[in-house]
């Protein structure tokens, strides 16, 4: 089976866990809630923890959802997430978007979320889930777009961190700003019925802003992402550093906002 051509840059710390975890089909699939039907059978790739898995098999009752990644570790995680809410309508397994171990034509939907940025092959990978999805049925892909983050108030180091975000993620292969890319992707991997849209994440309350500024000070200086910049000579640890401290100045100021873009497709194939 091919294997993937980039580096996953985030990996599984906790602080990338804590993000993983909020992620509901309400807050991150709602473009593709409305296309469900009870009875659909659903292939989510890159499932991570599960929780949108979880959600999108608590949608059809009466089909099927199949949670896939490429991490063992983090599909058991899924699993006992999943047992915890009580769903019999889901299992889990391990995979490669890039060479997917299911016949052709096997799903209703098949659904990735952040998964085609950390892709080195995302028009392939477009494919491959085209190739496993019934004729009419639905290819879902909702990725964010790095370089179109926006926030205030100005911390300049934060600018840094954007740039720096995109350096790494890009030397490990995949491409940061791959919201604004899904369409041309999708149209090159040979899908001519697409519904293309946007939405956000805003984080602006002080809940909001001391959790997401909180998790990413952390996953500066702690996660895979942290190893792979410094290890890559992309920067130094007290860079990163300052840039966690930028993180948490941002976090405490009470007009703090802050919008995560993401660009979305519904392709039927």
Known sequence: ???????????????????????????????????LTQDMRILDIGCGPGTITADL????PQGHVTGVDISAEIVDQAREFAKRRELTQVDFAV??????????DSFDVVHAHQVLQ???????????????CRPGGIVAVRDSDYGAFTWFPHIPVLDEWQALYQRVARANGGEPDAGRRLLSWAQSAGFTEISPSA????????DERAWWSGLWADRTTASVYADLAV????TAVGHLAAIADGWREWGTRDDAWFVVPHGEVLCRA
């Open 57 to 60: 098999a608590a949608l059809v």
């Open 95 to 104: 995979a490669d978007i890039n060479g997917l171990d299911f016949p052709d």
């Open 118 to 132: 950390h892709v080195g092959d995302p028009i392939g990978a477009l494919r491959e889930m085209r190739r496993v």
């Open 1 to 35: 089976m091919p294997q993937e051509s980039a580096v996953y840059t985030h990996g599984h710390h906790e602080s990338v866990l804590r993000s993983h975890t909020w992620r509901t089909a309400a807050n991150s699939a709602a473009y593709l809630v409305g296309e």
């Open 231 to 234: 290890d890559g000579g992309h």
């Open 199 to 206: 939405s956000v994440w805003c984080f602006a309350t002080p």
